[in-house]
């Protein structure tokens, strides 16, 4: 199995918290196999992981809010490709979801859902990843 070409992958873990106080994370699908997953993708080689990790929350859930120095941690999967599967390492920053934008870039190609931390680690597939979400809410 080949290794990520294009380097790391960054991760928004958007965090609010509802009317009542409770904790809650927003969950998007994937394009493809519409899987819940946190807005994700390829770190710019000039661009620090945090911000990168901004912008994949704006483009893909036009979430805006600050991001975390400090990664909450990293988890692997594999991503299917033309060429065939890659193993990628994603490191997950926790995003404070302060606005909702009226329109983004995949707006209508992605569907959004806010979660207790629960609910989000019982609905992604991927067990690292679930295991990232259980323990910042702990």
Do not use: N
């Amino acid at each position: 199995m080949a290794k990520c070409q294009y380097g790391l992958q960054v991760a928004a873990l958007p965090v609010a918290t509802d009317a009542r106080g409770e904790l809650r994370f927003l969950l998007i699908t994937s394009r493809r196999t519409r899987s819940w997953i946190i807005p994700k993708g390829w770190k710019p080689r000039k661009m620090k992981a945090r911000k990168a990790a901004a912008r994949e929350a704006r483009e893909e859930a036009g979430i805006v809010g600050p991001t975390a120095k400090q990664p909450l941690g990293t988890f692997h999967y594999q991503k299917k490709t033309p060429a065939g599967r890659l193993l990628c390492k994603v490191k997950v920053f926790a995003m404070s979801a302060e606005q909702q934008l009226p329109e983004w870039k995949e707006k209508g190609q992605r569907s959004l859902r806010w979660c207790s931390p629960s609910v989000a680690a019982e609905l992604v597939r991927d067990v690292g990843l679930a295991k990232i979400l259980r323990s910042f809410a702990a």
